[in-house]
């Protein structure tokens, strides 16, 4: 019922940037937070960045400064801005939103597939 389709990973050169774009999809009625999460080899997922439905955000320490997540609540996405990469950004990344599905009472986080970031150094 619904997807969260991520899209704009790939291999940078450390110090570079990229994008990742999340569209959430399918029988919302409101998304309460959208928000991106990384798991590296070996290593638990953890969260990088959130952002609530009124603008508020939450970043993990590794990457304040460096990474900005915005969002469009019109059109169900969420954009994470990754500049000043490091080797150690590499990870699977996970787009997440913790929304309310059409008829349902109580929200539930969905993901998405993940996307390859790999940073060279």
């Known amino acids: 019922q619904v997807q969260l389709v991520e899209s704009g990973g790939g291999l940078v050169q450390a110090g570079g940037s990229l994008r990742l774009s999340c569209a959430a999809s399918g029988s919302i009625f409101k998304i309460n937070v959208m928000g991106w999460y990384r798991q590296a080899p070996g290593k638990q997922r953890e969260l990088v960045a959130r952002?609530?439905?009124?603008?508020?955000?939450n970043y993990a320490d590794s990457v304040k400064g460096r990474f900005t997540i915005s969002r469009d609540n019109a059109k169900n996405t969420v954009n994470l801005q990754m500049n000043s990469l490091k080797p150690e950004d590499t990870a699977v990344y996970y787009c997440a939103g913790d929304l309310l599905i059409v008829m349902a009472t109580i929200p539930a986080r969905h993901w998405g597939q993940g996307t390859q970031v790999t940073v060279s150094s």
């Open positions: 952002i609530f439905s009124g603008g508020s955000t």
